[in-house]
C-alpha cells in the first residue's frame, strides 16, 4: 500500500533485541516512509506474552534512493506506535473507497464460552464456529482457565480476518462469490471452522488446517490474532490456486508470506537452480511472487487476481495471455515475459553461491 501525499521522514531506530541488523548498521538513519507492506493487527496474542499491537512491513527510502522493506519487529516501540498510527489512518482512507453492500451481522451464538454448547460468530465478511470449551491443551480459543485472555485472543482473530479480506479487496483480489448471497438471501461469508474446540460438552473438533473455495479449518486459528494459517487456507479458494505450476502450496504459502513478508522456507535461495517452480505441490515456493509482484506492470498480490484460463496450467501461460489482452504488441509481450523471466533468472544466478543443491 503505497502512502498518498508527501512523504513523512523520520528517524528510525533499530530495537535492542530485534532481528538481523548486520554488524556495520547504524542504530538510527534517516529516511522516508512510502508504503507499507502486508497488514498488521491492533491486537497481539496474549497468551504469548506480545499483546500489544502487531505493526505491518514498511517500505523506506534510503538516503542514497534505495527502497527497502523493514519487517515487523525491526523497529522500536516508538517507531512500531508511529507505524500502526499511519497505518490504521491509511486503513481507513482505502476501506471508504470498497464495495459498499450492506452486509448485516449476525450473532447466533446462545451458549457462553466456558459452558457447554457451540459458537457462531460473525463480522463482516466472516463467520466463525467453534466449540465454546477447551478441547486440547494448547486451544486458547476457548481458553478456561484465563476467559479475559481467551475473548482477546477471538476479538483479536476476527479483527486480523477483516484485515486480511480489506488487504485484498484494495489490491483486487476477492473470493469468487464475494457478491452471491444465500438461498435466505444473505451476503455470503468466508467459513471458518475452529478445530481443536470441545463441541456441546463432549466432541473435539479433529483436525489441522486445511482449506478450499469459501472456507476453511483451522487449529485455534493457528494462532489467533496473527492467523497464519488463515492468510494460507485462503489461498487454497482462490482461482490461481489451480494452476499446476505456481498453484497449489506455492500460491496459498505465497498469501501467507503476503500477509507477513518473509520468505518462508526460502525455497529459491535454498534451491536456485530447480527452476521457479519445479512440481505441482510447492510449499514455501513464495519469493518468485515477491520479486515480481514488485514490477508496477503486475503488482503486489498480483497472482490472486490474475484472470485464470480453462485450458491454462500455469502461471506463465497466464500471463502471457494478459499481457496480449492489455494490447501489449506481441513484441512488447514477448519482452514483458521474457524480462520477468529474465529477472527471476538472474537473481536465481546472483544467489547461486548461497545454493545447497
Ligand atoms: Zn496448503
Known sequence: MPLKGDLPRRTWAYRADGPRRAFDQPERFEAHLIGFRGIGNTVGDPFSGKSGPLEPAVILRLPDGRKRCFVRGTFCEADQAYIMDLWLAEMDRIQATFDQTERPVKKFTSARFGEPGSAYLETEHFRWHSGTQQGTGDDHWSNEGDPAKAKIYRDGSLAAAEYWWAFNEHTGALMPFWKETTEAGRTRKYGITIAGTKWNGHHVQGGYAGGGYGGCGIKHVLAGPW???????????????????????????????????????????????????????????????????????????????????????????TVARVGEQRAFSRTECTVLVTGWASTARDWRRSTAKWKRC
Request: glycine residues 14%.
Open 227 to 317: 492467523p497464519h494459517g488463515l492468510f494460507h487456507e485462503w489461498g487454497h479458494g482462490m482461482l490461481a490456486n489451480e494452476w499446476q505450476y505456481g498453484g497449489g502450496e506455492a500460491q496459498a504459502d505465497m498469501d501467507q508470506c503476503i500477509a507477513r513478508p518473509n520468505t518462508r522456507s526460502n525455497f529459491h535461495i535454498h534451491a536456485p537452480c530447480q527452476n521457479v517452480f519445479d512440481d505441482g505441490k510447492g510449499y514455501g515456493k513464495t519469493t518468485f511472487y515477491a520479486i515480481t509482484g514488485e514490477d508496477p506492470n503486475w503488482g503486489h498480490n498480483y497472482h490472486n487476481s490474475l484472470p485464470i484460463g480453462v485450458e491454462e496450467r500455469s502461471l506463465f501461460q
